[in-house]
């Protein structure tokens, strides 16, 4: 288990400093040409450093961080001969062990691996060789977006160009993460998801593999699903289970995920709000495709409660309650904006 502790903070360009503020205050000590110097020297307060920054030199303040592992001895430059450009992470129970290790195995070295482990059971993962080079962060009983909103900000992903934020119980038999890197940047998609094979249970069509072409963003849904082609579900529109994020628009999106909605419902059809035009940077890649295996290990995590005779349908009812206070939340914001705006 590698320990991660990270401080967030917003995120500012440094430019040069706003003002310095000249300081005649002086410090106790024996030497008074000691006092004198310090004396002398200003005292700094740059606006454009981060807040709680404004004191620093802008050339010491480091408003970003990464997941990248350092060694405890030897030369600080020389701890990182290669420096991953991806991220991916994924929210597991050890019961998922063989699909997450198999799923790993389609990812280079150019990906950093984070693992959510909402069960508490981090060492056994030891069994892995590659586990001990992931960060293992470890939350019983919570869900994905729960760990994102707190262990994937902006400022600590900023490395990474694009940010992988999986479930367990995906089938990755027919894809390869670079492969589908290639694509994304070859059609301009800011916001992704590989293709899921088609079933009988396929909630969207707009999700749903072509085998006839590299990628699609947009279809054709069921009558009445919408109101303008151009608006989700029949584009701008990916789910939830396997979603892939450019650097920028991950900056957006995590600010949009709420800190006490815990499944994400809802963030789907809202994730157009981050780019545009939405219909041409959202997308789903057809050649790199997925199999959604739909095994409810995070849904047996739940409570019975409220009657339900089952631990999942306690989950399930969460995630629809979720999804109204998201739309009702989401619908508030948008009338409060436009009443500012013409007001």
């Not at 994937?152 to 992988?164: E, G």
């Amino acid at each position: 288990l590698v320990g991660v502790s990270v401080s967030l903070f917003s995120a500012a360009k440094l430019n040069p400093a706003t003002y310095i503020v000249p300081t005649v205050a002086r410090l106790s000590g024996d030497d008074p040409s000691q006092n004198q110097t310090l004396n002398n020297l200003p005292r700094i307060w740059v606006q454009s450093n981060p807040k709680g920054a404004e004191r620093l030199p802008p050339g010491i303040v480091q408003s970003e961080s990464d997941f990248y592992l350092h060694r405890l001895w030897g030369d600080p430059n020389e701890d990182l001969p290669h420096k991953p450009k991806y991220l991916v992470t994924f929210t597991v129970g050890y019961d998922q062990r063989d699909n997450i290790n198999a799923a790993v195995k389609k990812f280079s070295e150019n990906f950093t691996i984070v693992l959510f482990h909402y069960d508490g059971r981090t060492s056994e993962w030891s069994q892995f060789e590659w586990s001990k080079k992931a960060i293992h962060i470890s939350a019983r009983k919570q869900a994905k977006w729960w760990y994102a909103k707190r262990f994937l900000h902006p400022d600590i992903v900023a490395p990474y160009d694009y940010i992988f934020i999986w479930d367990e119980d995906l089938g990755l038999d027919n894809f390869n993460a670079e492969k589908y890197i290639e694509l994304v940047k070859k059609h301009g998609l800011e916001i992704s998801q590989p293709g899921l094979e088609p079933n009988d249970k396929m909630a969207w069509r707009m999700t749903e593999r072509r085998a006839d072409s590299e990628v699609h963003k947009e279809t054709e849904e069921r009558p009445g699903w919408c109101t303008d082609p151009h608006l989700p579900p029949c584009a701008g529109f990916v789910e939830i289970m396997a979603p892939v994020f450019s650097r920028d628009a991950w900056r957006c999106v995590w600010h949009l995920i709420q800190n006490d909605l815990v499944h994400g419902w809802g963030l789907d059809f809202a994730l157009q709000k981050c780019v545009q035009p939405a219909h041409e940077k959202i997308g789903v890649v057809d050649a790199e495709w997925i199999v959604h295996k739909r095994v409810p290990s995070l849904g047996n995590q739940g409570e019975d409660s409220e009657g339900q005779d089952a631990p999942w349908r306690g989950v399930r009812l969460r995630c629809e309650r979720e999804w109204k206070i998201f739309k009702n939340r989401l619908k508030k914001a948008e009338q409060q904006q436009a009443e500012h705006m013409q007001g």
